[in-house]
DNA sequence: GCCACCTCAGTAAACGTTTACAGTTCTGTG
DNA sequence: CACAGAACTGTAAACGTTTACTGAGGTGGC
């Protein structure tokens, strides 16, 4: 570990200036001569070139910053996977934020671009407040918000439509015949919590369903808390019939609390997740859950920065990634056929000693 | 967006020299006059110190890179959960790499310490050749290695007992009746793979059960070729009455396939996971999964490297951490009761329009 | 054989900091 | 009031690159 070779070193070695070895590691037209003597130098010493002096001098430190709210949730993770090979293919790295959707923490990272040691970021924010709006107006690389911001901010944006998401889940629920819908949501002071309880009390009006104040409980987006809320409605609502959540782990939450109060799901309770997360999928009962295509928005979100990073200024975009409704046996009651349809054996062909 | 103020845009405003701004900024002992001048011009022209030049000078990025074979595998994502937080708390960024598992991509990462845009690392590959090992040797920044290196490897090294933990599912299996217990393993050139099946085999051993090669399935370590494989052990051996799976995911596509061959989990085959992940206590049925510390293995590590960026140089350290078994449904039959007591209303209090 | 031109290489400045060192101003003492 | 010493500030070099500019050497045309 110690002080690696510098282009000076090269140089001295291979007894020529810096500058011809600088052309040369950078394949700009040098003598064959030169080149072949310094490329020597260069593999004798085993140089590599110092990433921090050229960001230095460029301008450029390929590198980008992801910032997600709370890096334990899955749907951020689902991001993380898509933006990472986008960013890798075209020679950037990621940086990670965990902001704990501390409003302070996100304004930082949005500051902190001033620091130049990423050439952009994507954020996806829980709440975006005025000084959010502010902070990113005046960003120093340009930035890509996943999540709604008001219309008219100067910046690209990647939103779910969580509007149609619960649309689909109520009707759902309705064409199999539910009635009593209850809406177990995050804080209504967060982007997606505000949308979702919007949406459902606009998809309960188109589908002539009274708004009850008791079919609706706030909590957060875990899934502790998403069993309090669960339980809090059923205390209040013991006939409810099935359970609009913001999100699968509100969900998975609110399913442990119907299986120990002896509630059947979807028998007695239908339960619906959103995101659709990995966990949507391998549950118990498997949970019918909205994709709000968490992996298409993080795809959009890098290829909107690339397109910054590379192609520079232009008017910003806003992407709008449809949802998905995933019908599975929280709802159906049927478990979907594994897509593993390798062909198994005979089912019992014990070899003798039976039961 | 145009070009932010430098210290010497500051040092003409305020009237010093850049010297004096440094000194300021950096909080060293400067007269009160000084100081208040050097603040109000940095205030207002909005001041944000270049990182990338103070490293350049500083050689010191607060950057921290972990490479993992595959962003997609949750115990991956166990370990970024862990170390995020540990990096932050001391000031350090979080760059991931995603290699896919191809050594040369792990080798160029190694070797990338060298352009000193990470002061350290933290990897987790699946193999390690000897090319690792003398690359790793010549790194230019301290190393941790989650996952076996040979033994004088002069390198911090966060190691899981997977033999340990396959011993307690054997037993654990032994002890519920199972005889004909089989293996669905990854590729045996891999770290897991290697040590799984060896472990299998011993512990097989100690049971004073024989070993039977018909019993034991190669594939990789995802859901769908664990399908496959337990697939082609079951037409194999269709009498096998449990499985013990290298990871929660073939365990997954394990159990796919055995619901797909009508036998019930675990009245006639019983299935063990690895990894605790998620996805093992959200499963239908839940399933039983020896854990081997994914986020006590990343939490280590970051502790570690931080201590050798904190501290210097010291002799390499090895941590190993202790398995655990958590015996759930797809091994016992009986759901684990929820840990979400919140007290449920009555079962059917319905209003009426009764069923 | 001279000159214009082209190719290539070297010098030096720049990127934005930090910091060793030297220099200046101030304070207090004799 | 002079001077020692303390307290502070400024100059300049350094970190490791890239690159504009200049200059050296070679080639070819007339």
Redesign the interface.
């Known amino acids: ?1 110690t002080d ?1 070779p510098t282009i000076n070193t090269i140089a001295a070695r291979a007894g020529v200036s810096i500058a011809s070895v600088s052309r040369v590691l950078n394949g700009l037209p040098t003598r064959q001569e030169t080149v072949r003597k310094v490329m020597a130098a260069a593999e004798e010493l ?1 140089y ?6 050229r ?2 001098k460029s301008r450029r ?1 390929h ?1 980008v910053a992801f910032a997600m709210a709370d ?2 949730n ?1 749907v951020y ?1 689902a991001m ?2 898509q933006i ?2 986008v960013l ?1 293919a075209a020679g950037y ?6 902001t704990d959707a501390i409003a302070a923490d996100e304004i930082d990272v949005l ?2 671009l ?4 990423v050439d952009g970021l994507i954020m996806s924010p829980l709440r975006v407040t005025d000084e959010h709006l502010r902070t990113l107006a ?4 340009p930035v890509v918000i996943i999540g709604s911001v008001p219309d008219g901010t100067r910046v690209d944006n990647v939103r779910a439509d969580s509007r149609t998401g619960v649309r689909l889940a109520l009707d759902h629920l309705h064409q199999l015949g539910r009635r009593r819908i209850g809406l177990v949501n995050g804080p209504l002071d967060t982007v997606p919590g505000a949308s979702r309880g919007a949406a459902y009390a606009e998809a309960l009006g188109a589908l002539g369903l009274p708004y009850d104040e008791d079919l609706v409980e706030i909590g957060d987006f875990y ?2 808390e998403g ?2 809320a669960a ?2 409605l ?2 209040r609502r ?2 409810v019939d099935a359970l609009m959540c913001a999100n699968d782990l509100i969900a ?2 609110a399913v ?8 059947r799901v979807p028998a ?1 309770v239908a339960v619906v997740g959103m995101d659709d997360t ?2 949507a999928a ?5 949970l019918t859950s909205v994709s709000l295509g968490s992996a298409e928005r993080g795809k959009a979100a890098a290829e909107l920065l690339l397109d910054r990073l590379l192609n520079g ?1 232009r008017e910003p975009r806003v992407v709008t990634v449809p949802p998905r409704l995933l019908v599975r046996a929280s709802t159906s009651g049927r ?1 979907p ?15 003798g000693a039976a039961g």
């Open positions: 570990m690696g085993g590599v070139r110092n990433a921090v002096a960001s230095l430190t590198q890096i334990g899955p993770l993380v996977r990472q090979p890798k790295r990621l940086v990670l934020h965990s500051r902190s001033g620091e130049r040691y005046a960003a120093r690389a899934r502790q069993a309090r339980a809090a059923l205390t013991p006939d998975l939450g442990d609390v119907l299986r120990a109060s002896g509630r007695d990995d966990l391998a549950s118990w009962p498997s200024e478990e056929t594994p897509q593993y349809t390798a062909v198994p054996s005979e089912p019992r062909t014990t070899d």
